[in-house]
């Protein structure tokens, strides 16, 4: 694949970069992403990875534009309301790039619908707020050996982690979170800072770049915690549970 002139202006500044460069770009153009939930996270996931040039971009959600939406998720506006968010998101997300083949799955991630949505993707990348579709998720991952990019945020604070549970001494998610937590944060109950998501979901999709052009310094087996009050974040590195049930996808 080579760039035309149009795509050379319009990523120049990828170009420009030496770890990324014209090949890096043609591998971003390539790369087929699947984002699991339009929300406060897959909102500026989205934006960024089609500003970036993510060649087939898939949005998987269910739900549609409310007006507590309108805090945190910013490709929806008012008159947006009661409207789906992949519809909205997938307009919006094509005015900023028609570069992108963005492909809707109007539904929501389950058990019964994990694999057959991941089969036709490189990579992953979800956002959502259960752990049911989170464990379903990782479980579709390591059968189809697909990386997995998970983020998460509640009140001030976020985190990001990448997961290849499928590989030699890799963890999972659910290494990671063995079961679903008695207590967890939950932004519908306890809150959110609108800017949070933002931030989280920029680092999330920084991830996903990085992957998909080959830089050596993604987050693969670890977490990285973001702390919004004091503005710091960690690096964490994550152990393989070798008693995990979820690797029994990997047989």
């Known amino acids: 694949m080579s760039l035309t002139p149009d795509q050379i202006e319009r990523y120049k500044r990828h170009i420009l970069l030496p770890e990324i460069g014209g090949q890096g770009q043609q591998k971003l153009l390539a790369a087929k992403v699947l984002v699991i939930g339009a929300g406060g996270l897959g909102c500026p996931v989205l934006s960024c990875l089609a500003a970036a040039g993510v060649g087939t971009i898939g949005i998987c959600d269910d739900d549609t534009v409310a007006l507590s939406n309108l805090q945190r998720q910013t490709l929806y506006t008012t008159d947006d309301i009661g409207q789906p968010k992949v519809s909205v998101a997938i307009s919006r997300l094509t005015a900023l790039n028609p570069d992108i083949d963005f492909i809707a799955h109007r539904q929501r991630l389950t058990a019964h619908n994990a694999q057959s949505l991941v089969r036709g993707y490189d990579l992953i990348l979800e956002g959502v707020d259960n752990f049911t579709s989170r464990y379903a998720l990782n479980d579709a991952c390591i059968a189809a050996r697909k990386p997995l990019i998970s983020a998460a945020i509640g009140k001030f604070d976020g985190q990001v982690a990448s997961f290849r549970g499928y590989e030699e001494g ?65 690096r964490v590195k994550l152990p393989r549970d070798p008693a995990c049930p979820a690797h029994r996808c990997d047989l």
């Open 170 to 234: 890799q963890p999972c998610y659910q290494c990671f979170v063995p079961e679903t937590p008695a207590e967890f944060a939950n932004c519908e109950l306890e809150g959110v800072v609108g800017a949070v998501p933002g931030t989280v979901g920029n680092l999330a999709a920084m991830e996903a770049i990085k992957v998909i052009t080959g830089l050596a310094s993604d987050l693969a087996g670890h977490i990285l915690i973001y702390n919004g009050l004091s503005g710091e974040t960690r």
